[in-house]
């Protein structure tokens, strides 16, 4: 099985940078996932990492360490729309069934 | 390109009654899976569908969940009879290939009461 753990709520100002950080324990491992998702929407896919190291796209960016079972999601340049919940999911070695992390509502403030 | 669309968008029903849920993959994508965010919990994987055929069914919670891709396109899960703890919302997900990323649906938010 998987244990994924990540912070419940982050707060953090408009402009400002904020790190999403996602440990997880797990008997397989063949990725891992970030996710946004608005209330009451669809989680829409933001970053895929299956090797170490970083991965950027713009304002976020995704690093991954196997070797420590940790990932994180940064978000730079944070604008209001940013607020949301950010969701971590790995995805098994000999499956492709995803298990989540239970998310992290970050709240952009002016 | 249409995404993954699940009807209804909510549903409220009795305990003992019966729910079909309804989703349609985005066209093209074989793998259609279904998952579950109970309240205050975090999404769960229920099945795996490879176009009509059930690839992985490992997380149905029990015998009351049914199934089925019919075709191999759109998908329908039925509750029956439903229970107060079935309550949450149902995210239906595809994609081209397994490896591939998913693309989630909006979810039909359940309501057994």
């Known amino acids: 099985g998987q244990n994924i753990d990540q912070p419940t709520e982050m707060t953090a100002t408009e402009g400002a940078i904020v790190q999403i950080n996602c440990t997880y324990q797990?008997?397989?491992?063949?990725?891992l996932f970030w996710y946004q998702q608005h209330a009451g929407e669809a989680p829409t896919f933001l970053s895929y990492?299956?090797?170490?190291g970083l991965e950027e796209k713009g304002r976020f960016s995704s690093f991954l360490s196997r070797s420590k079972g940790y990932s994180y999601l940064l978000l730079k340049e944070l604008q209001m729309k940013d607020s949301a919940s950010y969701l971590c999911?790995?995805?098994?070695?000999?499956?492709?069934?995803?298990?989540f992390g239970a998310g992290t509502t970050v709240t952009v403030r002016a | 390109e249409a995404g993954v669309t699940q009807f209804p968008s909510h549903s409220v029903i009795e305990k003992g009654q019966t729910v079909t849920l309804r989703c349609d993959p985005i066209?093209?994508?074989?793998?259609l899976y279904w998952y579950r965010r109970v309240m205050g919990k975090e999404i769960k994987f229920l099945l795996h569908f490879v176009k009509e055929s059930k690839q992985d069914e490992s997380g149905m919670p029990n015998n009351r969940f049914l199934a089925e891709r019919t075709g191999g396109t759109y998908s329908t899960l039925k509750v029956q009879p439903a229970e107060l703890e079935d309550s949450g919302v149902y995210f239906c997900a595809s994609s081209q290939i397994p490896q591939g990323s998913r693309f989630f649906g909006p979810g039909t938010r359940l309501t057994v009461t």
């Open positions: 999911a790995v995805r098994g070695f000999n499956d492709y069934k995803l298990s």
């Open positions: 990492n299956v090797l170490d």
């Open positions: 797990t008997s397989g491992f063949n990725g």
């Open positions: 066209s093209g994508h074989d793998n």
